[in-house]
């Protein structure tokens, strides 16, 4: 028997499916769907009543997972937004979905975050026909998100004009023939994996 990643042991420790794993995270191998509890002796076993703050520090974890950061990166994106004019919820989701990295992944270009990151990272991309390597870079409404011309002949991206499906997110507009996407407005209405409330909570005390 072939040992899980540990990225699997992680969502399967944290009880939710954060698409770590790209392409196996959505397919019938994913450890979340063949092993549906944590990992371990006693996986199995029902937990015991967990207080609010531990509830708290595993949504935590689970962002901290889903977006790659560190806990200090994490700490300045909600202490940014807890200090913003704006509803707390909605800036975190605008910090968070306007990276670099989970536009890639919005736009279908990356199959998952982790990945984005890792693409990002190698210069795959150009914002507004500049090359940007920094995951974290926030893209702006208006910006024009392209794979550079010389990365789209390796084997992720040859074949994408064929596998890119209609991008359902009213924020972003996306020419699959180009491979060029467009954040037309602020991400809004994305559905997390995670309750951000607690968090929010977590670091209001």
């Not at 199995?44 to 560190?70: C, D, H, I, P």
């Not at 467009?182 to 209405?189: G, K, M």
């Amino acid at each position: 028997m072939k040992l899980l990643t540990a990225k699997e042991k992680k969502e399967r420790g944290l009880g939710v499916r954060l698409g770590l794993k790209a392409f196996r995270s959505n397919s019938p191998k994913s450890a979340m769907i063949r092993r549906p509890y944590r990992p371990g002796e006693h996986g199995k076993k029902r937990s015991r009543n967990a207080s609010e703050f531990k509830l708290q520090l595993v949504e935590k974890q689970k962002v901290k997972l889903t977006y790659g950061l560190t806990e200090s990166q994490i700490k300045a994106i909600f202490e940014k937004a807890l200090k913003s004019r704006e509803a707390t919820f909605d800036k975190l989701v605008e910090l968070f979905e306007s990276r670099l990295d989970s536009m890639v992944y919005w736009m279908g270009f990356a199959p998952s975050r982790i990945m984005a990151r890792h693409l990002v990272s190698h210069g795959h991309f150009l914002v507004n026909g500049r090359k940007v390597t920094v995951p974290s870079f926030k893209v702006k409404p208006g910006n024009s998100i392209t794979i550079k011309e010389s990365s789209k002949e390796i084997p992720l991206f040859k074949e994408l004009k064929n596998i890119l499906k209609k991008n359902s997110n009213a924020w972003i507009s996306l020419d699959a023939e180009k491979l060029q996407g467009t954040l037309t407005s602020i991400p809004h209405d994305v559905e997390l994996p995670f309750n951000i409330n607690a968090v929010i909570d977590y670091y209001a005390r």
